[in-house]
C-alpha cells in the first residue's frame, strides 16, 4: 500500500479494496485526523508514529517517539533465535551463579528456557520470540523507563506479559556486584539489537529517522561501542553452549569478529544475511 492509502484505510477503519470499491464521505473527526496526519507527515514525522503502530512478525506494536521503530530486517534476528531454541534438544539448565530470581519476576525453579534481551525499546523482540515460544521466560532490558512502559504496553496487547520481565538497565547494570538489586543468573540466549551508528553519521541519516530516540541509535565515534561491552561482558551471563545474537549494522562484520577475537570467551558460530545481502545478525558461542 502507498502512504496515503496506509492513512485512509487505518482512518476510514477499512481494507485497501473498499477505499476504491466503496464511495467515501470523510466527516468532520475523520478530515481532521487526515491534515493532521498529513501535516505532520510533512514535517518528516515517520508514518508509523503518526499511525501510532506498527506490524513486526505478524504482530501489532504500538510505537511512539519514546522507542525506535522495528526494522523488518530485525524480524531475521527473531527468526534465528526461534530456529536455534525449536532445534536446541539439550536439556534445560543453569550453570553456576544464583538462581535466576528476576525471570518472569518470580524464582524460575522450572524448567524453562531463559533469554535476555538487551536494549528491547519497543519489546518487539521479546515479545515476538514469547509469542512462538510458549516456554520461554525473558528478562528485557532497556536504559530508558519511557521505553519500558511502552514495551510493556506490547506485551499485554499480545498476551505475553506473563513471561516477560521488563527491567529498567543500561545493558548489565542491573546484575552488577554493588547493585542492590544483583540476581545473578546464566541465560540460554541473550538477544541484542543495539545502537549501531556512528555518531557522526546520524545528523545524515533520512529525517525520519531524526524523530527517532538518539539513545537507540547512536553507538558512539565508530557505532561499536555497544558490541565491545556486549561481547565482553555477556560470557558471564550465559550458560555453557549460550548463544550471544547480534543484529548488526552495514559493514560491521570485520570490526566485530575483531573484538570478538580480542576476547577469548565466545566465537563466532554465524552470520545471517538480509534479503538485501547484507550481513545483518551475528550469532556468538559461549563454552
Ligand atoms: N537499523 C537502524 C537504522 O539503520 C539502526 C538500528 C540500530 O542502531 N540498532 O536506522
Not at 496506509?6 to 466527516?27: G, K, M, P, Q, V
Not at 510533512?42 to 511512539?64: A, H, N, R, T
Not at 506485551?155 to 506473563?162: G, L, R, Y
Request: a neutral charge; aromatic letters at 8%; one cysteine or more.
Amino acid at each position: 500500500m502507498t502512504e496515503k492509502e496506509i492513512l485512509l484505510t487505518s482512518i476510514l477503519h477499512c481494507s485497501r479494496s473498499a477505499l476504491y470499491s466503496e464511495d467515501w464521505t470523510l466527516n468532520n473527526e475523520q478530515e481532521k485526523r487526515l491534515f493532521e496526519a498529513l501535516s505532520l507527515r510533512s514535517q518528516g514525522m515517520p508514518l508509523q508514529y503518526i499511525l501510532g503502530e506498527v506490524e513486526f512478525f505478524g504482530l501489532v506494536f504500538k510505537v511512539d517517539k519514546r522507542v525506535l521503530i522495528p526494522r523488518p530486517e530485525t524480524e531475521l534476528l527473531v527468526e534465528a533465535v526461534i530456529r536455534r531454541m525449536k532445534d536446541d534438544r539439550r536439556p534445560p539448565q543453569n550453570v553456576g551463579g544464583r538462581p535466576p530470581e528476576l525471570c518472569g519476576g518470580r524464582r524460575t525453579t522450572d524448567d524453562r528456557r531463559r533469554i535476555l534481551d538487551i536494549g528491547t525499546g519497543s519489546g518487539c523482540i521479546a515479545v515476538s520470540v514469547a509469542k512462538s515460544l510458549p516456554r520461554v521466560r525473558i528478562d528485557a532490558l532497556d536504559v530508558s523507563p519511557e521505553a519500558l512502559a511502552l514495551a510493556k504496553e506490547n506485551a499485554v496487547k499480545n498476551c505475553v506479559d506473563e513471561r516477560i520481565n521488563f527491567i529498567q538497565s543500561d545493558l548489565f547494570f542491573v546484575f552488577n556486584e554493588n547493585n542492590a538489586n544483583n540476581r545473578l543468573g546464566r541465560y540460554d540466549i541473550i538477544i541484542s539489537n543495539p545502537p549501531y551508528v556512528c555518531s557522526h553519521d546520524i545528523a545524515q541519516l533520512q529525517p525520519e529517522v531524526r524523530f527517532e530516540p538518539r539513545v537507540a541509535l547512536d553507538g558512539g565515534s565508530d557505532g561499536l561501542d555497544f558490541y565491545r561491552r556486549l561481547i565482553a561482558e555477556s560470557a558471564r551471563f550465559l550458560r555453557k553452549g549460550g548463544l550471544l545474537f547480534l543484529e548488526i549494522g552495514f559493514g560491521q562484520r570485520k570490526s566485530i569478529e575483531k573484538i570478538i577475537a580480542s576476547q577469548s570467551a565466545l566465537r563466532l558460530s554465524e552470520v545471517i544475511n538480509d534479503y538485501s545481502a547484507i550481513e545483518r545478525v551475528m550469532v556468538l558461542g559461549y563454552g
